[in-house]
C-alpha cells in the first residue's frame, strides 16, 4: 500500500546516502517533488495537520504577507496555469518546511512551549499547593 511504497523509497534513498539520513531526506525530498504516489504516501496521514496549519496560515493574513514579498520574477510562466502554478506552490511550500531546520513546530507555532524563564507563582497559589499536600500525607 501506500504506506510500504514510502518505506520502500525510504529504505533505498538511505541505501543511496550509505546511511546518512540527512543526505537520504533530500533524496526523498527530491522524488517527492517528482512522484505523485511518494509525495501522497508521505502525507496521507499528516493531511488534517496540513490542512489546519493552511487554514490558520491564510486565516491570520500571513498568506497575504507572504504573496505581497513575492518579487516580480517569482510570477509562474505564462505556458503555466494558474491552478497547475498553486498546486506546484502548495507541494514546494509543504516540503520546505518540512525539510527547514528553522520550521514551526506543530502546537508550538506561537513560542508557548513553556521555555525560559520561570514565571512569578502568585503567594496564594503557594498556599493552595501546600493546603493539598498537607492534606494528602499521610503519617
Same mark, same amino acid.
Given at each position: 500500500?501506500?504506506?510500504?511504497? =514510502? &518505506?520502500?523509497? *525510504?529504505?533505498?534513498?538511505?541505501?543511496? !546516502?550509505?546511511? @546518512?539520513? !540527512? +543526505?537520504?531526506?533530500?533524496?526523498? *525530498?527530491?522524488?517527492? %517533488? &517528482?512522484?505523485?504516489?511518494? %509525495?501522497?504516501?508521505? #502525507?496521507?496521514?499528516?493531511?488534517?495537520? *496540513?490542512? =489546519?496549519?493552511?487554514?490558520?496560515?491564510? =486565516?491570520?493574513? +500571513?498568506?497575504? !504577507?507572504?504573496?505581497?514579498?513575492?518579487?516580480?520574477?517569482?510570477?509562474?510562466?505564462? @505556458?503555466?496555469?494558474?491552478?497547475?502554478?498553486?498546486?506546484?506552490? /502548495?507541494?514546494?511550500?509543504?516540503?520546505?518546511?518540512?525539510?527547514?531546520?528553522?520550521?514551526?513546530? /506543530?502546537? %508550538?507555532?506561537?513560542?508557548?512551549?513553556?521555555?525560559?524563564?520561570?514565571?512569578?507563582?502568585?503567594?496564594?497559589?503557594? @498556599?493552595?499547593?501546600?493546603? *493539598? !499536600?498537607?492534606? #494528602?500525607?499521610?503519617?
Amino acid at each position: 500500500m501506500l504506506l510500504e511504497y =514510502a &518505506e520502500r523509497r *525510504i529504505a533505498e534513498a538511505l541505501k543511496l !546516502a550509505n546511511g @546518512n539520513q !540527512a +543526505r537520504a531526506r533530500q533524496q526523498v *525530498i527530491a522524488w517527492a %517533488l &517528482e512522484d505523485d504516489k511518494l %509525495l501522497k504516501a508521505l #502525507t496521507k496521514s499528516h493531511l488534517s495537520g *496540513i490542512v =489546519a496549519y493552511n487554514i490558520e496560515r491564510v =486565516a491570520s493574513g +500571513r498568506a497575504a !504577507a507572504a504573496r505581497k514579498a513575492l518579487k516580480p520574477t517569482d510570477k509562474p510562466a505564462a @505556458n503555466v496555469t494558474a491552478k497547475t502554478q498553486k498546486e506546484e506552490d /502548495f507541494g514546494v511550500e509543504l516540503l520546505r518546511a518540512v525539510a527547514s531546520s528553522s520550521s514551526e513546530v /506543530f502546537g %508550538l507555532e506561537n513560542g508557548s512551549a513553556g521555555i525560559g524563564r520561570p514565571k512569578q507563582v502568585s503567594q496564594d497559589h503557594i @498556599n493552595a499547593i501546600r493546603a *493539598i !499536600a498537607s492534606k #494528602t500525607k499521610k503519617t
